[in-house]
């Protein structure tokens, strides 16, 4: 059975604008779908900022992938095979 969480940490402001237009929310929905055991989220750092900086987040988007309450992968940027491969380390 599946289970974990995916955590994409973005941020909305105007100039990150043209990076998220690389992290489509269409896949996320698309996974999240297919994935039902697994819970994804969202987090904007300019509202929560802390997350970023305890996980030392350099780059939007990033991928956090939390198994068993453990961050076990990080996906920096848009690449939707590393994230499916994420994913595929939650199953």
Known sequence: MAG???VE???KEQWVSDVLNASDPVLI???SNEYTGIKFFKVDVDKLGEVAAENSISAMPTFLFF???EK???VRG???PAIQAGIQKLL
């Open 4 to 6: 974990g969480n995916v």
């Open 9 to 11: 940490i973005t941020s």
């Open 29 to 31: 929905e698309k996974l």
């Open 67 to 69: 198994k068993g309450g």
């Open 72 to 74: 076990i992968e990080t």
């Open 78 to 80: 848009a690449n939707p």
